[in-house]
């Protein structure tokens, strides 16, 4: 037992180590760099970041990009993006770099920024969009020229120790890699071009890095039994408890409550969850060849919207949703044949901005799915999702042995007979004496 045990955690903790996400297995950002041409005193390069996650982006106030130069280069200039800090460039008389710092820091920038400042696929803030979501939107890139740097593909040096905050903690970057050089199409299609020389470097994420405890949490509900199993108690942690806000306190009608802070602190409604995000899962109708299941997500952060979020569920019937109402969706396929997860998120301009908490702070969909024969039941809560993401964030579910049975399930008839058994033995008992 106890050696099963360790394998357990061991499999556990080397799980989150290498940051594996089940649904999502080949979910990564790679940040690339085409050395475009050399220069006198080194080169100019355009950097392009793709989130390649079906379900996790990046949300305002967007991402942090950086990176340690191996010799003593510099940038001269960025175009779609800027550094943080200068530096000191004490030593520079006359032209003097954008940024001298041996780890600059990138940021992109605001939209609405000058167009000659602008560079294709920058400035948006920072926010990157899941790939499952949104393809086309979920590039990021800038130009950058290098100084003091190799000025040919023999004697560059790739920078190292690549970090990257997606706006919080999570991410681990590997090192650089040459990879073959990018080609391009001239906007004519007519003729292809190359960079002289690429690197990649791949950023995968772990929600044990980004954060203690969890973000989000599951409840359940069935027509078939009037339980609400509601999310487990602190799920997401009760750190927050002491400063949470009553959904009818005065407090929230105070001007600027819910402004953001600059430290993204949430302002919590007090619930015995704690979470800022809960998933309900409801069974709603059984019909003979279909059944319907509602959904709800309900925000309890006061200082918080969420722009494009998404949900990402596992359920072994999802391979035959017929239809979803008010939510767009896409069927994830992790493993080839395997076709039981999916993902949701909010239609353009209606209801893919999850407002802060209060009476809007919630969006909900229904889902008509067609019942598989051989594996349909209500029973022992098949009709329950198995893994639930909010944002990429895996939720908390419910102990199974919480979750609403039905009835007559296998459950209860074991307690019946067990309480049968009990009750013919004491009558037994009481005939014997
Ligand atoms: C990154 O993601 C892409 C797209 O899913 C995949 O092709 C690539 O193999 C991944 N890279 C690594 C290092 O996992
Ligand atoms: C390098 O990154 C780009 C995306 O930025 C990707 O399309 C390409 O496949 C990557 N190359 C390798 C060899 O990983
Ligand atoms: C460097 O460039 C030369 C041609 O300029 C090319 O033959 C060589 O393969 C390149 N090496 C690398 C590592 O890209
Ligand atoms: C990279 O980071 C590690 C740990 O943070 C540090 O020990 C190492 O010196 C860094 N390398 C460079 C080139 O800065
Ligand atoms: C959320 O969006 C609404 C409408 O755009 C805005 O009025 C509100 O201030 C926003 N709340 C937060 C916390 O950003
Ligand atoms: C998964 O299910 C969807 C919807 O039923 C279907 O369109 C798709 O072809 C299936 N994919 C695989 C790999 O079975
Ligand atoms: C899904 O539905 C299709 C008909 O739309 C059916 O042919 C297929 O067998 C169903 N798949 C499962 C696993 O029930
Ligand atoms: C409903 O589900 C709860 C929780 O599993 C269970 O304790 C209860 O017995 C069920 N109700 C009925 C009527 O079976």
């Excluded at 990009?65 to 940038?75: C, E, H, P, Q, S």
Aim: proline fraction near 7%; include cysteine.
């Amino acid at each position: 037992m106890r050696v099963f045990i360790s394998a357990f955690f061991f499999i556990a903790i080397f799980s989150y180590a290498v940051a594996y996400d089940p649904l999502d297995p080949n979910g990564n950002i790679t940040i690339k760099w085409d050395v475009m041409s050399w220069t006198a005193d080194g080169y100019v390069a355009v950097v392009t970041m793709n989130n390649f996650q079906m379900y996790r982006h990046i949300m305002t106030p967007g991402w942090t990009l950086g990176w340690t130069w191996a010799k003593k280069d510099v940038i001269w200039s960025i175009v779609g993006a800027q550094t943080t800090e200068q530096g000191d460039c004490s030593k520079f008389k006359g032209n003097v770099p954008h940024c001298c710092k041996k780890d600059p820091t990138v940021v992109d920038l605001l939209p609405g920024v000058p167009y000659n400042q602008q560079f294709s696929n920058c400035c948006k803030g920072g926010v990157l969009s899941s790939w499952g979501q949104d393809p086309a939107a979920s590039v990021s890139a800038f130009q950058v020229s290098v100084g003091l740097a190799g000025t040919s593909n023999k004697t560059v040096k790739l920078p190292r120790n690549f970090t990257l905050l997606g706006p919080g903690p999570g991410y681990t970057c590997g090192g650089a890699k040459i990879v073959p050089p990018t080609t391009f199409l001239t906007p004519d299609h007519r003729r292809k071009t190359q960079a002289l020389m690429t690197w990649n470097v791949t950023c995968t994420y772990s929600q044990i890095l980004a954060r203690k405890n969890p973000s989000c949490c599951v409840s359940l509900s069935s027509f078939y039994n009037d339980t609400i199993t509601s999310c487990p108690h602190c799920a997401c942690g009760c750190q927050d408890k002491r400063n949470c806000v009553k959904p009818n306190s005065k407090i929230l009608k105070s001007v600027g409550i819910n402004t953001p802070k600059k430290s993204n602190a949430p302002l919590l409604q007090c619930t015995h969850h704690m979470c800022p995000i809960r998933v309900h899962w409801h069974v709603k109708v059984n019909y003979k060849d279909y059944w319907r299941v509602k959904v709800a997500i309900t925000n309890f952060n006061y200082r918080l919207n969420y722009t494009l979020w998404t949900l990402a569920i596992q359920h072994p019937n999802l391979d035959n949703v017929t239809q979803v109402f008010s939510f767009d969706y896409k069927p994830l396929v992790p493993y080839g044949n395997i076709n039981d997860t999916g993902m949701f998120y909010g239609l353009k301009f209606y209801n893919d901005l999850l407002m802060e908490a209060g009476p809007s702070g919630n969006v909900q969909s229904e889902i008509l799915l067609q019942k598989d024969k051989n594996t349909f039941t209500l029973k022992n809560g098949w009709g329950f999702p198995r893994k639930v993401y909010f944002n990429g964030e895996e939720c908390l579910m419910p102990p199974p042995d919480a979750y609403p049975y039905l009835p007559n399930s296998a459950h209860k008839n074991l307690l019946i007979s067990f309480s049968k058994l009990i009750s013919s033995l004491l009558f037994l008992f009481i005939v014997l004496q």
